[in-house]
């Protein structure tokens, strides 16, 4: 299995630009979150799917950030209009039990 | 409120030397306690997995205790390696939700 996939890796955006940011989990897995790491906060849970539902979102920051999950193999979180403290690395994991991370996407907001 | 804090924030040692990382949390109601490692530039990786009942977890190098009384946890690591250097990150799961609740991790530098 290839593990949990996400593209694009580096992303590098203007302020006020759309960004999407995609997932795939690994198969079998029934749980999807995304997160995001900062240096000052650490892993922080945006929002989290179980069985393509949304279960808790109580961690998306404001309305600019919004989450699908159309099928049980993709994700996307979308973020519009992107702004400079935005930028941090998002992480997608999957489950059935244990979490399984992502390599992450790395978002950068000029 | 819910929280896992980590100490110390940082620690250096040589090569071949024992370390001992520390979590304490606030979380209730608990589920159970993760170490995971994450390496620079790379998602997390699950070291051990402890619920209430267990106060000990090994896995190979990497040793994880649990006092679920003092509500502490510490993670163990056996003749450092190079590749140990990375940050570990104590998580503690909440009730019976999928939700974790993350420290913000020490960060580990092993050097030859």
């Known amino acids: 299995d290839a593990g949990v996939i996400q593209s694009p890796r580096h992303e590098v955006t203007e302020m006020g630009q759309e960004v999407t940011l995609r997932c795939k989990p690994i198969?079998?897995?029934?749980?999807l979150f995304w997160y995001r790491q900062t240096m000052m906060r650490g892993l922080e849970l945006l929002i989290y799917?179980?069985?393509?539902?949304?279960?808790?979102d109580s961690g998306m920051p404001e309305d600019r950030f919004s989450a699908k999950m159309p099928n049980a193999s993709f994700s996307t979180l979308k973020i519009q209009p992107s702004e400079p403290r935005d930028s941090a690395v998002y992480f997608c994991a999957s489950s059935v039990y244990e979490q399984f991370f992502g390599p992450g996407t790395r978002l950068t907001v000029l | 409120k819910n929280q896992v804090e980590q100490s110390p924030q940082s620690l250096i040692i040589l090569e071949g030397k024992n370390c001992t990382l520390q979590?304490?949390?606030?979380?209730?109601?608990?589920?159970?306690l993760r170490w995971y490692k994450q390496d620079t530039g790379r998602g997390p990786v699950s070291l051990t997995i402890m619920t209430f009942s267990e106060n000990t977890k090994s896995n190979g190098r990497y040793t994880a205790t649990l006092d679920a009384d003092t509500k502490q946890s510490s993670l163990h690591i056996t003749a450092s390696q190079l590749s140990d250097s990375a940050s570990y990150i104590c998580v503690v799961s909440r009730g019976n939700t999928d939700k974790l609740i993350f420290g913000t991790g020490t960060r580990l530098q092993v050097f030859p």
């Open positions: 979590c304490n949390y606030t979380v209730s109601p608990f589920s159970n």
């Open positions: 198969s079998g897995h029934n749980s």
């Open positions: 799917f179980n069985n393509n539902v949304p279960i808790d």
